[in-house]
């Protein structure tokens, strides 16, 4: 059973960044594969990234501009994203798959965070 708890939203200028963190509870958390996951009012959930222990994956949207990390010593997942833009602004959402594959459809993640919004403002 893997708990996650996703922090570090807010609002913020087009343009400006901000850092996106999950911590996650659980003794495997190494073994999981980690994405991040966002829902505007009006539209499903897509995805944003993902990240196994060595590999990464970016929705093209995102790319350049967001990049996933994870500490797996402390549990966590971060997303830092520069150079935002209105259309980022979006409920986020942490998600951990239990494999070391990574993939971009939701369906295939098996803990979702509750969410943190991300406001970005023109």
């Known amino acids: 059973q893997v708990q996650l708890v996703e922090s570090g939203g807010g609002l913020v200028q087009a343009g400006g960044s901000l850092r996106l963190s999950c911590a996650a509870s659980?003794?495997?958390?190494?073994?999981?594969?980690m994405g991040w996951f966002r829902q505007a009012p009006g539209k499903e959930r897509e995805f944003v990234a993902a990240?196994?222990?060595?590999?990464?994956y970016y929705a093209d949207s995102v790319k350049g501009r967001f990049t996933i990390s994870r500490d797996n010593a402390k549990n966590m997942v971060y997303l830092q994203m520069n150079s935002l833009k209105p259309e980022d602004t979006a409920v986020y959402y942490c998600?951990?798959?239990?494999?070391?594959?990574?993939?971009?459809?939701?369906?295939?993640?098996?803990?979702w965070g509750q969410g943190t919004q991300v406001t970005v403002s023109s």
């Open positions: 998600a951990a798959r239990q494999s070391i594959v990574i993939v971009r459809t939701t369906h295939d993640y098996n803990y």
């Open positions: 659980g003794r495997t958390f190494s073994g999981y594969a």
């Open positions: 990240m196994s222990r060595i590999s990464t």
